[in-house]
């Protein structure tokens, strides 16, 4: 079973406007954390927003803001105010494991900030 | 701090040719990783170091692959015998000492294999 599933190969966007990027996860666990990376064109992993398993308030970084929803096992991420510095490949990871050195990523969504 | 730093950005290479690529961490980070990741796919994890012991490995890394951190400092992944099937992007990461200490990548390097 895939650890992490982005569902979403693609989005669309208006600038200024929100927009929520899909992620569910799969794991026994108690403890993990779940991020969100975006990969501009360029290709470099930019780290944008980090949820731990036992943290009760939502993440919030800037626009960046993660929905936590740990009975559904989804760890979505809202993007607010997009710009056009948006587009990029976003995709959501999660470090497992009692001494926490795996992680695993999903296979990325598409979004495309349109003006 | 000047962050995750990998050369050469760009490598293209004949098959069956020797290729080694070089990360060096941020530097206080004790924690180094090293994933492949081709078009369309998110990152696959290929081998962790802590230190200089390189602790796990994934069964992705096959024996023509090899990786070294000898100081506990730098890395480097070297493929022998290249195959079409290597070209893909190779991305370093480094982490701090704390378990909920987040990965920070380099640029990567794109391997191409003619």
């Known amino acids: 079973a895939q650890k992490i599933t982005q569902t979403q190969p693609g989005m669309f966007v208006q600038e200024k406007e929100a927009v929520t990027l899909d992620c569910t996860y799969d794991?026994?666990?108690?403890?993990?954390?779940l991020f969100w990376y975006k990969q501009p064109s360029s290709g470099e992993m930019i780290f944008l927003i980090y949820?731990?398993?036992?943290?009760?308030q939502n993440a919030t970084e800037g626009r960046y803001s993660l929905n936590f929803q740990k009975a559904r096992k989804s760890a979505n991420l809202v993007i607010s105010a997009s710009q056009l510095g948006d587009s990029a490949m976003y995709f959501c990871a999660m470090r497992e494991g009692n001494t926490g050195n795996q992680f695993y990523f999903g296979t990325g969504t598409s979004l495309t900030v349109i003006p | 701090d000047t962050g995750v730093s990998q050369n050469p950005r760009h490598k293209i290479t004949k098959r069956g040719q020797n290729v080694t690529f070089r990360c060096d961490p941020i530097?206080?980070?004790?924690?180094l990783y090293w994933y492949r990741q081709t078009l369309g796919q998110g990152p696959e994890f290929l081998t962790y170091?802590?230190?200089?012991?390189?602790?796990?490995k994934s069964r992705l890394l096959s024996d023509r692959f090899s990786a070294e951190r000898p100081k506990g400092s730098f890395s480097t992944l070297e493929i022998q015998r290249t195959e079409q099937g290597d070209s893909a992007m190779y991305l370093c990461?480094?982490?701090?000492?704390?378990?909920?200490?987040?990965?920070?990548f380099g640029p990567g390097t794109r391997l191409t294999v003619l």
């Open positions: 794991t026994s666990d108690q403890s993990y954390g």
């Open positions: 949820q731990g398993s036992y943290d009760e």
């Open positions: 990461a480094s982490r701090g000492r704390q378990f909920t200490d987040t990965q920070y």
């Open positions: 530097s206080e980070h004790n924690r």
């Open positions: 170091f802590q230190n200089e012991a390189q602790l796990e």
